[in-house]
T-cell receptor, first 117, second 115 residues
Framework: AQSVAQPEDQVNVAEGNPLTVKCTYS??????LFWYVQYPNRGLQFLLK??????LVKGSYGFEAEFNKSQTSFHLKKPSALVSDSALYFCAVRDIDSGAGSYQLTFGKGTKLSVIP | EPEVTQTPSHQVTQMGQEVILRCVPISNHLYFYWYRQILGQKVEFLVSFYNNEISEKSEIFDDQFSVERPDGSNFTLKIRSTKLEDSAMYFC?????????????FGPGTRLTVT
């Protein structure tokens, strides 16, 4: 079974400060990891993914995430937050070894990011 | 940029009624999905669909649920007899190819309220 935990329901950060949104995962095999963002009245929008290779993954809008296998974490980061980054962020995982034809994503509960001007 | 679209944005129905939620996936995508999110809870996988058949479904996707691709563009989720606990946001998603490393693109969701 695969699972994701986002330990913070809400993260508040001042504009211009670095931000981190935390995610830890659990899979029996190796993970594919994803971050999505949801703005009000919009669908989940893909930000970035980790498949293999470099542990630091860069994505859209200046976001990046670091895969840490020993800590089973995939935290989302941005060096300088913008007010427009305020949204709901979802971490998701798929177990690479879950079998052919099994492509479902397992999501965390989401973290609301508020960037304060 | 191509997007997944969903209609309606909000559906209110009475318990026991049938509802059909509609989705138009991105045109060159081959894999389609439905997820749902009950208020305050996680986004949960319901079903995936490829080559005109269900490829995977969760425990939630019981006999009350069905999916269909009635034409070359639409992908629908039908709930035959709605229950109060079916109230949720339903998201449709699609991906370009069949492969777990490929990101899924989500629609804006349909909020289903069962009274």
């Amino acid at each position: 079974a695969q699972s994701v935990a986002q330990p913070e329901d809400q993260v508040n950060v001042a504009e211009g400060n670095p931000l981190t949104v935390k995610c830890t995962y659990s899979v029996s095999g190796n993970p594919y990891l994803f971050w999505y963002v949801q703005y009000p009245n919009r669908g989940l929008q893909f930000l970035l993914k980790y498949i293999t290779g470099d542990n630091l993954v860069k994505g859209s809008y200046g976001f990046e995430a670091e895969f840490n296998k020993s800590q089973t974490s995939f935290h989302l980061k941005k060096p300088s937050a913008l007010v427009s980054d305020s949204a709901l962020y979802f971490c998701a995982v798929r177990d690479i070894d879950s079998g052919a034809g099994s492509y479902q994503l397992t999501f965390g509960k989401g973290t609301k990011l508020s960037v304060i001007p | 940029e191509p997007e997944v679209t969903q209609t309606p944005s909000h559906q209110v129905t009475q318990m026991g009624q049938e509802v059909i939620l509609r989705c138009v996936p991105i045109s060159n995508h081959l894999y389609f999905y439905w997820y749902r999110q009950i208020l305050g809870q996680k986004v949960e996988f319901l079903v995936s669909f490829y080559n005109n058949e269900i490829s995977e479904k969760s425990e939630i996707f019981d006999d009350q649920f069905s999916v269909e691709r009635p034409d070359g563009s639409n992908f629908t989720l039908k709930i035959r007899s709605t229950k109060l606990e079916d109230s949720a946001m339903y998201f449709c998603a699609s991906s370009e190819v069949a492969g777990g490393s490929y990101e899924q693109y989500f629609g804006p969701g349909t909020r289903l309220t069962v009274t």
